[in-house]
């Protein structure tokens, strides 16, 4: 029997969520998670996933993968620091520091886990993190969870930054301050401004943690923000995900050695939980060692962006100020842009709306996420839906 207490939350919380227009429904995929989708037996051109480089279905990841269900199993069978550390692991993690030109990496179950895990193994009740005001919930959590003080500054404001960091040192209640931002910001696709938040950094000596789930793979010809902007040697944290451009699931640290091996006896989430499996971790260094060897999908993902853009620019619709593939289309009013992601669908395109409270009221946008996956064909077909439906709502 439920709980009069927990039937009465559930009811009251649905309601409202439902009431205010912000009760998630979800569309299952049926079949791979590809540049076409099919959802409901209709075929759609997908502009939601964050597979950047068409890694997810990429024929040569499903290959490793197989041979390892058959030499290694399905499941890693512990946690990482009992017996779930797998050779598999170990080359993952080997090749995601060279990738990434640290001395360390250490890997996760999630992106998501990872930021949980890593920040609260540092931080701690006695310290403070500046942390800007748009980043992923899974900092903010990771935050919460260390029990530092969180002190927000505005969105990629350096003299918010300085004049927090400044505050916070000068006032001597703290035994550490972290700066964390994320690398790209998701919902405008923009780049946060690493130089000059490493050069604070290096001012007030705060601890750097960068959250490139959207970078890697994309940005510094895929090896990330950090790598972009040349700053390796000054970012302390580079966490990255599994899940996005390198297309399989896991999220990890890179970095010093020493702090790699800190993170691998108190990290939390990799003491207690299960280590990704075998087929996931193969995929993954397969899919790093692919983006050592060429830049091929790199460029194509550029060019696609790039193609998506200009398309969307020239029918006279307003991208932002993206400097990334993530390509929202700026819709303003909440409903136009709830309406117009329905057409897009019922047109055969699959491009989520974004609105209020993820982004600002009035700002709300349909989010494009060209991948290096998709055709000319596909992308001109979503082009045209974009045309016909601007038409005739009225918005171009
Ligand atoms: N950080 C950022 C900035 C993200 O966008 C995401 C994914 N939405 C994550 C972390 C979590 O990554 P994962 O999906 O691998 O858990």
């Not at 992106?111 to 006695?126: L, P, Q, R």
């Not at 075998?278 to 790039?306: F, I």
Request: hydrophobic share 40%; with cysteine.
């Amino acid at each position: 029997m439920t709980s009069k207490a927990l039937q009465s939350f559930l009811e009251e919380n649905i309601t409202d969520l439902k009431e205010r227009g912000l009760y998630n429904e979800i569309d299952p995929v049926q079949g791979a998670n590809g540049p076409i989708i099919n959802i409901d037996g209709k075929e759609l051109v997908n502009l939601s996933s964050n597979n950047y480089l068409g890694l997810a279905t990429d024929d040569r990841l499903k290959e490793v993968a197989k041979d390892a269900v058959d030499s290694h199993g399905v499941g890693a069978g512990a946690v990482r620091t009992i017996n779930g550390t797998l050779d598999l692991h170990l080359e993952l993690e080997k090749k995601l520091a060279a990738f990434k030109g640290t001395e360390a990496v250490i890997s996760y179950q999630s992106g998501f886990n990872c930021n949980m895990a890593a920040i609260s193994a540092v931080m701690d009740k006695n310290d403070a993190i500046l942390s800007d005001e748009l980043n992923h919930a899974s900092i903010i959590d990771g935050c919460r969870l260390s029990k530092a003080k969180i002190i927000r500054f505005s969105h990629s404001d350096m003299d918010d930054l300085r004049a927090k960091a400044k505050e916070a040192v000068e006032s001597g209640q703290y035994n550490k301050v972290m700066v964390i931002t994320d690398g790209v910001f998701s919902m405008d696709g923009d780049v946060a401004k690493l130089p000059e938040i490493v050069e604070v950094a290096e001012e007030f000596d705060l601890i750097t943690y960068v959250d490139d789930a959207h970078g890697s793979g994309v940005l510094g010809k895929g090896a990330g923000t950090v790598k972009h902007f040349g700053l390796q040697d000054k970012v302390d944290f580079q966490m990255g995900t599994l899940s996005k451009a390198i297309g399989v699931i896991g999220g990890y640290v890179a970095g010093k050695g020493e702090l790699i091996d800190w993170l691998k006896v108190r990290s939390r989430p990799f003491l207690f939980s299960t280590a990704v499996s075998p087929a996931d971790a193969v995929a993954s260094t397969k899919a790093v060692d692919l983006l050592m060897e060429s830049t091929d999908l790199n460029e194509k993902l550029w060019e696609n962006s790039q193609y998506l853009k200009d398309g969307l620019k020239k029918l006279g619709f307003d991208i932002g100020d993206s400097e990334t593939p993530i390509t929202p289309c700026i819709l303003g009013d909440e409903k136009d842009t709830q309406d117009f992601s329905k057409r897009l669908y019922e047109e055969g395109v699959y491009a989520k709306s974004i609105v209020f409270p993820t982004v600002p009221r009035g700002t709300g946008r349909v989010r494009n996420m060209p991948t290096a996956a998709h055709t000319k064909e596909m992308l001109d077909n979503a082009l045209f839906a974009y045309e016909k439906i601007g038409k005739e709502l009225g918005l171009i």
